[in-house]
T-cell receptor
Framework: AQSVTQLDSHVSVSEGTPVLLRCNYSSSYSPSLFWYVQHPNKGLQLLLK??????LVKGINGFEAEFKKSETSFHLTKPSAHMSDAAEYFC????????????FGTGTQLKVEL | DVKVTQSSRYLVKRTGEKVFLECVQD?????MFWYRQDPGLGLRLIYFSYDVKMKEKGDIPEGYSVSREKKERFSLILESASTNQTSMYLC?????????????FGAGTRLSVL
């Protein structure tokens, strides 16, 4: 069985300040973890993925995430928010042997203010 | 670039109508998926297909069926639409190993059932 919890449904930051979107996962198998972003009226786009290589994963648009097995976390960060980062972000878990599917978190809406 | 195309961005249907949502991908991906997205619930898997004429139920298959007659096309069918099927529907495709491969999403179809 696998599950994912996004700890904040909404996050608001000022432009130029750091972004932290929190995600905890549960998996009976060695997981793969993804972050996807969805801009208004658009489909989901992959930001980054972890598949058992380096624990610090760099993605597009300056985002990165760190896989911490001891904390079962995969938090998404960015040093400096930009207005164009305003979107909904989804943390996703999957596991070989855990069924042929992804499990999505409920999403975190990021608001970036001037 | 991978392209996943959903035939309609917006649809309005009446209760009891039969509804077809079409999805086409151009990257020769083995897997195709239909999700439903509702506020606060994230994405929930309705059905997926790992090969032509093959399908597996996802988490919420009730009230839906699917068809995959060609590798590039995956159709979602609402046999008799109901108001609780008003939602955003997202199609995705991926290479065979779901746990490690990126899913590519279409822009979505927003369905309203009146």
């Amino acid at each position: 069985a696998q599950s994912v919890t996004q700890l904040d449904s909404h996050v608001s930051v000022s432009e130029g300040t750091p972004v932290l979107l929190r995600c905890n996962y549960s998996s009976s198998y060695s997981p793969s973890l993804f972050w996807y972003v969805q801009h208004p009226n658009k489909g989901l786009q992959l930001l980054l993925k972890y598949t058992s290589a380096a624990t610090l994963v760099k993605g597009i648009n300056g985002f990165e995430a760190e896989f911490k097995k001891s904390e079962t976390s995969f938090h998404l960060t960015k040093p400096s928010a930009h207005m164009s980062d305003a979107a909904e972000y989804f943390c996703v878990v999957s596991a070989t042997g855990g069924g042929n599917k992804l499990t999505f978190g409920t999403g975190t809406q990021l608001k970036v203010e001037l | 670039d991978v392209k996943v195309t959903q035939s309609s961005r917006y649809l309005v249907k009446r209760t009891g109508e039969k509804v077809f949502l079409e999805c086409v991908q151009d990257m020769d991906h083995e897997n195709m998926f239909w999700y439903r997205q509702d506020p606060g619930l994230g994405l929930r898997l309705i059905y997926f297909s790992y090969d032509v004429k093959m399908k597996e139920k996802g988490d919420i298959p009730e009230g839906y069926s699917v068809s995959r007659e060609k590798k590039e096309r995956f159709s979602l069918i609402l046999e008799s639409a109901s108001t609780n099927q008003t939602s955003m529907y997202l199609c995705a495709s991926s290479l065979r190993q779901v746990a490690k491969n990126i899913q590519y999403f279409g822009a979505g179809t927003r369905l309203s059932v009146l």
